[in-house]
């Protein structure tokens, strides 16, 4: 993933999902992996994430310099609202052993 807003926007969105659906092992793995993505590939450390009514804050070290981003709700839960929505389909499957 070549930019680091967009890393960042599908790491969020994801991030959403997986907090709200902790169970949901594709949604951990995701968020995992548009972590290791935004550490590795863009050198991003130190993520911490705030939210109001209207929009989701990402303050965030790049380079050693802090860092913000916004992103507004409605984007950001599009996901979790689908699932939210439709949960059939979108079922948590058990792992086979």
Aim: glycine letters at 2%; zero cysteines; hydrophobic letters at 30%.
């Amino acid at each position: 993933m070549k930019s680091l807003q967009d890393a960042l926007y599908n790491w969020l969105t994801i991030k959403v999902v997986s907090d709200e659906r902790p169970d949901d092992k594709a949604a951990v793995e995701t968020t995992e992996l548009f972590n290791d993505i935004l550490q590795k590939d863009h050198g991003v450390s130190d993520i911490n994430v705030t939210t109001d009514a209207v929009m989701y804050y990402v303050e965030y070290k790049h380079q050693n310099e802090v860092k913000k981003a916004r992103y507004p709700r409605e984007l950001i839960e599009i996901m979790l609202n689908q699932i939210n929505q439709d949960p059939k389909k979108y079922e948590n499957y058990p792992d086979e052993e």
